[in-house]
Nanobody, 121 residues
Framework: QVQLVESGGGLVQPGGSLRLSCAAS????????MGWYRQTPGKERELVAA???????NYADSVKGRFTISRDNANNTVYLQMNSLKPEDTAVYYC???????????????WGQGTQVTVSS
């Protein structure tokens, strides 16, 4: 089993910054990709940013130039630096990891519990 523990959410004013962290632990051989998704009530969960094991990144158009995703492979941790935050960035942010299991080599997707980000004056 694998656990993803998120931290760093909260309330921030428009134009402000927040940094989210997500640490993976448990039965991990390797992690293919890690990413951040977000969801608001009544809407589907959407990709915000993702980073592959080779460090290539992918961003939603709405956050390009404002958010930066990075990962610490040694500690199985992914970060999301969010700058110039807007009210429309308000959502629950979820961490995702694609984990290769030991022994079997099978690939599993895991989710964190979610952390609330609220951008409001």
């Amino acid at each position: 089993q694998v656990q993803l523990v998120e931290s760093g959410g909260g309330l921030v004013q428009p134009g402000g910054s927040l940094r989210l962290s997500c640490a993976a632990s448990g039965s991990i051989f390797s992690i293919k990709a890690m990413g951040w998704y977000r969801q608001t009530p009544g809407k589907e969960r959407e990709l915000v940013a993702a980073v592959a094991s080779g460090a290539s990144t992918n961003y939603a158009d709405s956050v390009k130039g404002r958010f930066t995703i990075s990962r610490d492979n040694a500690n199985n941790t992914v970060y999301l630096q969010m700058n110039s935050l807007k009210p429309e960035d308000t959502a629950v942010y979820y961490c995702n990891a694609e984990v290769v299991a030991p022994w079997t080599g099978r690939l599993y997707a895991y989710w964190g519990q979610g952390t609330q980000v609220t951008v409001s004056s």
